[in-house]
């Protein structure tokens, strides 16, 4: 078994002293060495340290790094693939995203994720066959069940079973498989969506690659991820930075390597531009307040529960999307038309 005790960063890097810690389950997680998905290659530097400070699933402290050829960032060395039922929890969000729980949040998010699901597929044809690929609880394939045509096909993959059983609870097809087991027939897809799953896979690249040649041409792709390019990032990306959500992102991309991750998969970039996105914010302050001893009233003020949190964020976050420099990522590719 790996720990994830790490060499001290260089002194001019942008990783901060490591305040005391809370304390955390005893037994360290079993890792694994990771190189970079675009580059295939291990020449990177130290760009933050730092804990699972949402769940508290382990004692270890993760490192990531910045490859020097792409940019890409990257967590090296990261969980084992056995590990993901400990780093993925039963409270973990995505299994269970409930208006019961979430109230006022999940009415508004449902509202602004329906629009851009629609503007993504305005121009799917009536018998558009749709994959959502790490679907978690199904959220978007409700979406697109409750408002888009009843004549498309509509399918998602989740790799983990507590995913799959809520998804299926609301009467959604979702298999719960890795895509390279589905055994999807090639070229048949005309939208394929990729919501917050590529930083959480082991091999962003090598998806695509499968992605690709599921759609047919002139299919599209849509990924949606975090934006290391953002001012969150720059503000708390030594150590507290949401999008990090140590350990569970792997991969996490600016608007430059993910416009490379498509064309690396023979994908046309047809729009990568940021989006407004509160979350990142509101954990950045979070991680902030747990890491140094915050009462636990202050910490929990920060949450995807607290309304007053998420308003004052999607304000900030909105002004800064409208010079392109918002919290996330939305990237659009093509698969190229066979040639008339």
């Known amino acids: 078994m790996m720990t994830s005790v790490v060499a001290p960063p260089p002194a001019d890097s942008h990783v901060r002293a490591v305040p005391p810690r809370v304390e955390r389950p005893a037994e360290p997680l079993a890792l694994t060495p990771a190189l970079c998905t675009l580059c295939g290659v291990e020449d990177a530097d130290p760009v933050a340290v730092g804990a699972d400070f949402e ?39 995505a299994f269970a995203f409930k208006p019961a729980e979430y109230g006022l ?28 690929v790490g679907c978690g609880d199904g959220f978007h394939l409700a979406l697109l069940r409750d408002f888009g045509p009843p004549t498309w096909t509509l399918e998602g993959l989740d790799g983990d079973a507590r995913a799959v059983a809520a998804a299926r609870a609301n ?65 708390f990306g030594g150590r507290h930075w949401g999008g990090y959500h140590f350990p569970r992102h792997t991969y996490l991309f600016n608007r430059a390597t993910l416009t490379r991750l498509g064309e ?18 509101v954990y950045s302050v979070r991680n902030w307040l747990d890491d140094w001893g915050g009462p636990r009233w202050l910490v929990d003020r920060f949450s995807l529960k607290s309304v007053p949190a998420l308003a004052v964020f999607t304000l900030l976050d909105a002004a800064l999307n409208l010079v392109n420099r918002g919290a996330i990522l939305h990237g659009t590719f093509e698969k190229p038309r066979a040639a008339q």
Do not use: I, K, Q
């Open 55 to 93: 769940y508290r699933t382990c004692p270890d402290e993760f490192l990531a790094v910045r490859c020097r050829r792409c940019g890409l960032v990257y967590l090296n060395p990261r969980p084992a693939d056995a590990e993901a039922g400990r780093v993925y929890p039963d409270e973990y969000h």
């Open 105 to 132: 949040v999940y009415r508004v998010r449902r509202r602004l994720e329906a629009r851009r699901l629609l503007g993504w597929a305005r121009h799917l044809p009536a018998d558009a066959r749709v994959l959502d």
């Open 264 to 281: 690396l998969a023979g994908l046309t970039p047809v729009r990568v531009v940021t989006a407004m996105s509160p979350v990142n914010w």
């Open 171 to 235: 009467g959604l097809d979702v298999r719960g498989e890795r895509l390279e087991r589905a055994g999807l027939p090639a070229a048949t897809f005309h939208l394929v969506l990729l919501v917050m799953t590529v930083e959480h896979l082991p091999d962003p690249a090598a998806t695509m690659r499968l992605v690709a040649g599921l759609l047919a041409p002139g299919g599209r792709v849509v990924v949606v991820t975090d934006n290391t390019g953002s001012p969150d990032r720059r503000l």
